[in-house]
């Protein structure tokens, strides 16, 4: 029997105007797509659009065989043409951040793939390609020590912070910031920089909390 999550939502992404500020764009999920791979899933945030598929555990070449713990690997392909410097830098936050609640060690000497397909991106794709990975993992009963999620921030020009930002958010703002957190400890997974933030400028709440975990070694 095929088991399938679907949230549904209105598909319009960029339809209708955001409240400003902590506001998400409309996004749906549905697992169990695809026959072929062991797990997978379908992401969309506003129109960006990520399909993800899980192999594995499965067995694993002897020169990637971990003897303690499984091989997590983490494949992105672009929209078109072949990956380049910024698919192969996303591939290894996702990768980091998978490591961080996969729970490897009850599968040593075997390789777990995550496979990434970028279908559209219309901004905060990395958040995108992180909520596909965790769902496609669920759908492939790869055991984790929590789920996580993705968030993007945006910072405009006159340091407002807007969530879950478009592609003409991200190039229009002065600082994008992804974050990776758990789901059982809220622990920060993984965070990634792009641009300029000052200090001296009043932060947002969100920023605060996100800094004080960095500053505590709750951020890998």
Not at 48 to 53: D, E, F, N, P, Y
Not at 193 to 208: D, M, Q, V
Request: hydrophobic share 40%; net charge neutral; glycine share 6%.
């Amino acid at each position: 029997m095929q088991t399938d999550t679907q949230i549904r939502a209105d598909a319009r992404a960029e339809a209708g105007p955001r409240s400003p500020g902590c506001s998400l764009r409309h996004f749906a999920c549905e697992q169990n797509l695809l026959s072929r791979p062991d797990g997978s899933a379908s992401f969309l945030q506003g129109d960006t659009s990520v399909l993800a598929g899980v192999y594995g555990p499965a067995e694993v070449k002897v020169s990637k065989e971990i003897f303690n713990k499984a091989t997590l690997e983490v494949l992105l392909r672009p929209k078109i043409g072949l990956p380049g410097v910024a698919e192969k830098s996303r591939e290894r936050l996702i990768r980091n951040t998978c490591e961080a609640v996969v729970l490897g060690a009850l599968h040593p000497r075997t390789s777990i793939t995550v496979v990434l397909q970028v279908v559209s991106d219309a901004g905060s794709l990395l958040a995108c390609c992180l909520n596909a990975a965790c769902m496609a993992l669920v759908d492939a009963g790869v055991p984790m020590r929590a789920l996580f999620c993705g968030v993007t921030c945006a910072l405009d020009s006159d340091g407002n912070l807007v969530l879950d930002p478009t592609m003409k958010q991200e190039k229009e703002a002065r600082a994008v910031l992804t974050f990776a957190l758990d789901s059982v400890e809220q622990k920060l997974l993984m965070s990634t920089t792009r641009g300029l933030y000052s200090n001296a400028e009043p932060p947002s709440p969100l920023i605060c909390k996100l800094y004080s975990w960095k500053q505590e070694g709750k951020c890998c």
